[in-house]
């Protein structure tokens, strides 16, 4: 499993860019580095709940490639 920031990493080296995704399911559509922010600073606080890297779940990731 990866984390958002993990798969952006991955999607970046084959070029993509511009990420965006949801904080939460039905909620508008944010830059992505909201969602890495808020994976690192809950695994700092070892909250594991409703992270990419920490248990099974969909990813929106929606990305620009030029």
């Known amino acids: 499993m990866l984390s958002y920031g993990e798969w952006i990493d ?3 080296k084959i070029g993509f860019q ?4 949801t904080l939460t399911s ?4 944010v ?7 808020l994976e690192s600073f ?3 606080l070892r909250i594991k709940i ?12 929606i990305a620009a490639k030029q």
Do not use: Y
Not at 26 to 29: D, I, T
Not at 31 to 37: E, H, P
């Open 42 to 44: 809950l695994s700092g």
């Open 26 to 29: 039905g909620a508008p559509v």
């Open 10 to 12: 991955k999607l970046r």
């Open 18 to 21: 511009r990420f965006r995704t």
């Open 50 to 61: 409703l992270w990419s890297h920490l248990g099974v779940r969909n990813v929106l990731l």
């Open 31 to 37: 830059d992505a580095r909201w969602k890495i922010f």
